[in-house]
Nanobody, 122 residues
Framework: VQLQASGGGLVQAGGSLRLSCAASGRTFSSHVMGWFRQAPGKEREFVGGISWSDGSTFYVDSVRGRFTISRDNAKNTVYLQMNSLKPEDTAVYYC????????????????WGQGTQVTVSS
């Protein structure tokens, strides 16, 4: 499975960005797509995820209500819509493919995209 993340950039606080993650290869082996982020000097943290099959989503509390994950099965693409962005959302965002819904540890994900930088200015 190959993952290609895109859509990052610089935005002011309160603004919005939409990240995309295009999957290719043996995608049938991955049932879940997750989004993670990593700020400088911090560990990689789980943001949310989505099931390919039924579109069910799950989020961490810090982004719930502001971020929305969706998928387009025909395009093998997952999206992370980020609204009401805050400076503390600044990080490199990664998409990852896994097999089990609800998992939050990076170790539970098998394939990773290259990351895309999101910077939120105050």
């Amino acid at each position: 499975v190959q993952l290609q993340a895109s859509g990052g950039g610089l935005v002011q606080a309160g603004g919005s960005l939409r990240l995309s993650c295009a999957a290719s290869g043996r995608t049938f082996s991955s049932h879940v797509m997750g989004w993670f982020r990593q700020a400088p000097g911090k560990e990689r943290e789980f943001v949310g995820g989505i099931s390919w099959s039924d579109g069910s989503t799950f989020y961490v509390d810090s982004v719930r209500g502001r971020f929305t994950i969706s998928r387009d099965n025909a395009k093998n693409t997952v999206y992370l819509q980020m609204n009401s962005l805050k400076p503390e959302d600044t990080a490199v965002y990664y998409c990852a493919a896994g097999r089990f819904i609800g998992r939050r540890s990076p170790r539970e994900y098998d394939y990773w995209g290259q990351g895309t930088q999101v910077t939120v200015s105050s």
